[in-house]
């Protein structure tokens, strides 16, 4: 004799197969990992959620021919253009995504300051990875 959340989860799983769940979940990290870079990327134009020059590390902001401000609009530039590429072919977005969310993490790194953020950014990198795993092959569906 189940319990009713055993019946209930028993229920729900015959309603909703597998392929479904895996479809939804897919679903909802391209969308997050296609939305969110955008937002960043828009932001480093306007500071609103953040003043995003204090996380460049000094040793790259050093090597910079040109002012932090204008590399945060660079960076803003190339973190839209990967929010869009995960949004409209996203097995190659993820892998952007993944790389780039990488290299904020060691450039966090580099700072000496940040931990927190650094690790954040590698598990989201992990995430992006996953729904890379989680797509089809190219020749095998259209994406």
Do not use: Q
């Amino acid at each position: 004799m189940g319990t009713i959340a055993s019946t209930t989860t028993s229920a729900h799983r015959a309603e909703r197969p597998a392929y479904d769940r895996l479809a939804t979940a897919t679903n909802l990290l391209k969308y997050t990992y296609g939305l969110v870079p955008i937002v960043a990327g828009l932001d480093k134009f306007t500071h609103l959620l953040t003043d995003w020059n204090k996380y460049l590390a000094p040793v790259v902001a050093d090597m910079l021919p040109f002012s932090v401000n204008t590399f945060m609009s660079i960076v803003g530039v190339i973190e839209i253009i990967a929010g869009v590429l995960v949004l409209i072919r996203p097995k190659i977005g993820s892998l952007v995504v993944c790389l780039w969310l990488v290299g904020i993490a060691l450039n966090l790194l580099l700072s000496g300051e940040y931990f927190d953020v650094a690790v954040r950014d590698l598990v989201m990198a992990i995430g992006a990875f996953s729904l890379y795993l989680l797509l089809p092959r190219t020749d095998e569906a259209h994406l």
